[in-house]
């Protein structure tokens, strides 16, 4: 049913339109949670590669894609490529909005500072914890990714 969608999209508004991929990706998060996972990577591979050869490394979709497929790969065990994407994400949030925006820590700094710290990385997880945390006079205290980092940096 998923790909009739896409396919009927694809013909109807070629490849080079972002609704083909905002849709692939909303296809992709049911998947996902279905735990089809292999569908869910298929389409959020799509979609990122569509919104790239669209010319928008940066932009907000590519980057919600780049976390999406990041935690993915991390469900599937990916842990290499789930750091890959979470970089890639903090680093694109963090250029597009400003490391103290609202979104930049939530958007990657506390993921990757937990895929650091599942890989045993210890060193690069405090790094991007105290990342975090220097946000918190932007953001509030009170905000639930300042709280998690705190938690966490605790923990290491």
């Known amino acids: 049913m998923f790909r009739r969608a896409w396919a009927g999209l694809e013909r109807t508004v070629g490849q080079e339109d972002l609704a083909v991929y905002n849709t692939v990706f909303s296809l992709g998060v049911p998947c996902k949670e279905q735990s089809r996972l292999g569908e869910a990577e298929e389409m959020f591979r799509c979609c990122l590669q569509g919104y790239e050869n669209l ?19 991390h469900t599937q065990g990916k842990l290499e490529e789930a750091v890959a994407m979470m970089q890639r994400t ?16 939530k958007a990657g700094g506390v993921h ?10 210890l060193a690069e997880a405090e790094k991007m914890y105290r990342l975090v945390l220097k946000g918190s006079k932007a953001i509030g ?16």
């Open 90 to 105: 903090f680093e694109g949030f963090e250029k597009s909005l400003g490391p103290f925006h609202t979104s930049t820590p």
């Open 141 to 156: 205290l009170e905000h639930q990714f300042i709280n998690e980092a705190a938690y966490a940096l605790g923990k290491l």
């Open 112 to 121: 990757l500072a937990a895929l650091y710290t599942h890989g045993g990385k």
């Open 55 to 73: 010319s928008r490394p940066d932009s907000m979709e590519t980057l919600r894609t780049a976390r999406s497929l990041g935690r993915l790969y």
